[in-house]
C-alpha cells in the first residue's frame, strides 16, 4: 500500500524547471565574403546543423545543457562560403520532480526549447553585425532531434555490437 501512496505522491508533485543562468561558452563568426571579397549578386544558402548535451552538475537538482550550432551560408551554387557561425550556449537549471526515466529527454527536449529565443536572437545580432541581412532561425523540433539522436545511437550500438 505504500508504494502506491508514494506513486502517487509523486503524480501530485507538479515538475518545477528554473532557468539559474544561461550564457555563451564559446562563439565565432567568419566571414569569408570580407575576407574573400566575393562579387555580385549573391543569394545564400544557409546550413544550419546542432548538437545538444547535458550533464549533472555536482548541486542537487541542477543541471547544464548545452546547444552547439554550426551555422553556415554557401552561395547558391555551393561553391564559395560566405560566413560560419559557430555557437556553444548553454543553460542552468533546476529540475524537481522529474523521474529518472524521463530526465534525459526533459534536458534534451524542454531545457533547448526554454533557451532557443536566446539562441536565435544572438545569431540574428551576430549575422546582422557581421555585415549580412540578420538570420531569423526557424524553430527547431527538439522532439525530433532528439529521436533523430536516439535513433542514430541505437545504430552506431548495433553496428559496435555486430562487430
Do not use: W
Not at 534534451?108 to 541581412?133: A, H, Q
Request: with cysteine; hydrophobic share 40%; net charge negative.
Amino acid at each position: 500500500m505504500a508504494e502506491n501512496g508514494d506513486a502517487q505522491a509523486t503524480q501530485q508533485n507538479p515538475v518545477k524547471m528554473q532557468v539559474l543562468g544561461q550564457f555563451i561558452r564559446d562563439m565565432s563568426f567568419e566571414n569569408i565574403v570580407a575576407q574573400k571579397g566575393i562579387q555580385g549578386d549573391v543569394k545564400p544558402n544557409v546550413s544550419v546543423q546542432v548538437s545538444l548535451d547535458a550533464k549533472k552538475r555536482p548541486t542537487d537538482n541542477q543541471f547544464e545543457v548545452a546547444t552547439k550550432f554550426n551555422i553556415s551560408s554557401k552561395t547558391e551554387d555551393g561553391k564559395e562560403t560566405l560566413f560560419v557561425l559557430e555557437l556553444d550556449y548553454a543553460g542552468i537549471f533546476h529540475i524537481e520532480n522529474v523521474p529518472d526515466e524521463q530526465m534525459h529527454p526533459f534536458l534534451l527536449i524542454e531545457c533547448p526549447r526554454m533557451i532557443f529565443p536566446f539562441v536565435r536572437r544572438i545569431v540574428n545580432d551576430v549575422t546582422r553585425d557581421g555585415g549580412f541581412p540578420p538570420l531569423n532561425l526557424d524553430t527547431i523540433d527538439f522532439v525530433a532531434l532528439y529521436r533523430q539522436n536516439m535513433a542514430a545511437m541505437q545504430e552506431k550500438a548495433a553496428a559496435e555490437k555486430a562487430n
